[in-house]
């Protein structure tokens, strides 16, 4: 069995007085894909945010290994150009590797000939994959994903998916991804985190068999599964 | 639809042209008193005898290089101070109430309290201009510098752990819209100020040659140093724009014309 890289133990997050979560208590192993979904204003980004480190909690978290993080606006440096956002994280070679491990991530996003653009000379689809292949550039072990597909077109999202499912395939990497998107976080995720009540209400093992492909979607027992989480979501009492 | 360059240099140059034939028109007719608003031909002749006498240019160079020197200190002034401001909480509270009581202080009505203090020499001209150009830098520099988005920093938190690299990558870049929008301001309050501190103690300088033809009743070489004073300003705002175009072509981009 896969190590654990990622675990909370009685996790509390509070704004102020305002608590978002309560003693959470999660494991996650090497090379899992979490997919993590609720409602609005449940916590989700908090919870990355708090696995990142990037906000104070109580409670003991344990995150082993680089992290990359993508953002639900994608946060790319608008003055960079698409090489030098690539690159702003690999620090630890000298130049020529720089920009040889550069051009390995834009052949991977598919955007080598984007090389020399800025951010907002691209389309979303094209900017997401800056993001993610930004993230990834480093080698992180752990690769959190805040809706990085949010604010794409349903076609555009569906190539991206596409795209993100060969991309893990080919990587040693564990993922964390929050979604609104219930058929993003089932094709996608090994297992579901379903947030509800500033707590993870269920945790629902995904099982279709890998390699998966957006076509499981219009199996019965995708749908079946989908409607479950739906309802877990939406009536389940915590 | 773009416009061609040919059609961009008409949409400028025509409205120029247009007011110069207004001005000649309204002088010509006798609708204004010419003795008051002299010709267009008129002011070009005398900056052609000012500029033959040799003294334009001493003015020129004299104006230039305060109004340079003194929005180049002020600036850099401004944008020091608005990232401190900007990025240090405690800063903030120290330095921005006194800085919010200095910026009410009108910088033409400071000018006798410079020159009490540091006399009438180009100290307190350059001294003037750099307190009027640096509250419009301080002002914007803090704006942009404080409302950087987090996720920017906490991107830069996970991609890199300097400190330095944050501020010089980031930050800076990503206040720099506004800060650019600052120096534009700082630019024109300068020239402002650059004529204001011309009118005393000065014996060269386009502020002194306007406050002087005023005095000797030489409207026409009067016009013609204000004409100057503006063109300068507004060519320094062009090679400013040009600059910016070359060093940060992404700024444009972010421009919605």
Redesign the interface.
């Known amino acids: 069995m896969n190590e654990v890289v990622v675990s909370a133990k009685n996790l509390s997050v509070a704004y102020g007085n305002n608590s978002v979560l309560e003693n959470i208590n999660f494991e996650i192993r090497n090379r899992e894909f979490i997919g993590i979904v609720g409602k609005s204003g449940t916590g989700k980004t908090t919870l990355l945010?708090t696995l990142?480190n990037?906000i104070n909690y109580k409670g003991d978290v344990n995150v082993q290994g680089n992290?990359?993080?993508c953002?639900q606006?994608h946060?790319l440096?608008?003055?960079?150009t698409v090489a030098e956002n690539i690159g702003?994280?690999i620090?630890h070679v000298n130049g020529k590797e720089k920009k040889g491990i550069v051009a390995e991530v834009l052949k991977k996003i598919d955007l080598e000939k984007y090389a020399n653009y800025?951010p907002?000379?691209l389309s979303g689809g094209q900017t997401q994959r800056v993001a993610l292949g930004?993230a990834m550039a480093?080698n992180p072990q752990i690769l959190m994903l805040d809706e990085p597909f949010s604010s794409l077109d349903i076609y555009t999202r569906d190539q991206m998916i596409d795209w993100v499912l060969k991309l893990i395939s080919e990587l040693n990497i564990t993922v964390l991804m929050v979604t609104h998107y219930l058929d993003e976080a089932l094709i996608l995720a090994d297992r579901v985190f379903v947030l509800k009540g500033k707590n993870i209400s269920n945790v629902i093992p995904v099982t279709f068999p890998k390699p998966r492909t957006q076509a499981i979607r219009f199996t019965e027992e995708f749908q079946k599964c989908k409607q479950e989480l739906s309802s877990l979501i939406n009536h389940n009492n915590s | 639809m773009p416009l061609s360059k040919l059609n961009k240099l008409l949409y400028s140059i025509l409205p120029v042209l247009g007011v110069i034939l207004l001005w000649q028109l309204v002088v010509v007719f006798d609708i204004v008193n010419s003795a008051l608003i002299p010709p267009p031909t008129k002011v070009f002749k005398a900056i052609i005898e000012w500029a033959n006498s040799g003294d334009l240019f001493i003015d020129f160079y004299t104006s230039i290089w305060r109004g340079i020197s003194g929005l180049l200190i002020g600036s850099a002034i401004g944008v020091l101070l608005g990232l401190l401001t900007g990025r240090n909480q405690k800063l903030n509270l120290i330095l921005t109430p006194v800085l919010n009581v200095f910026k009410a202080f009108p910088p033409v009505a400071m000018l006798p309290i410079f020159i009490t203090f540091f006399g009438i020499g180009d100290f307190s001209k350059v001294f003037s201009i750099s307190f009027a150009a640096a509250f419009p830098l301080w002002v914007n520099t803090h704006l942009g510098s404080s409302s950087i988005p987090i996720e920017f920093i906490r991107s830069a938190k996970l991609l890199s752990q300097s400190r330095t690299t944050t501020f010089f990558k980031i930050i800076i870049p990503a206040s720099m819209s506004s800060i650019i929008a600052g120096f534009r301001i700082s630019i024109a309050i300068s020239f402002i100020m650059l004529y204001v501190s011309e009118l005393a103690g000065a014996s060269h300088g386009l502020g002194y040659q306007i406050s002087s033809s005023h005095l000797s009743y030489r409207m026409d070489k009067m016009f013609g140093a204000l004409i100057i004073l503006g063109l300068t300003a507004s060519m320094i705002d062009l090679l400013f724009n040009r600059i910016i175009k070359y060093f940060f072509p992404w700024v444009q981009l972010n421009r919605v014309m």
């Open positions: 945010n990142a990037f992290i990359g993080f953002f606006n946060s440096f608008y003055w960079m702003f994280g620090t800025y907002k000379e930004r480093y």
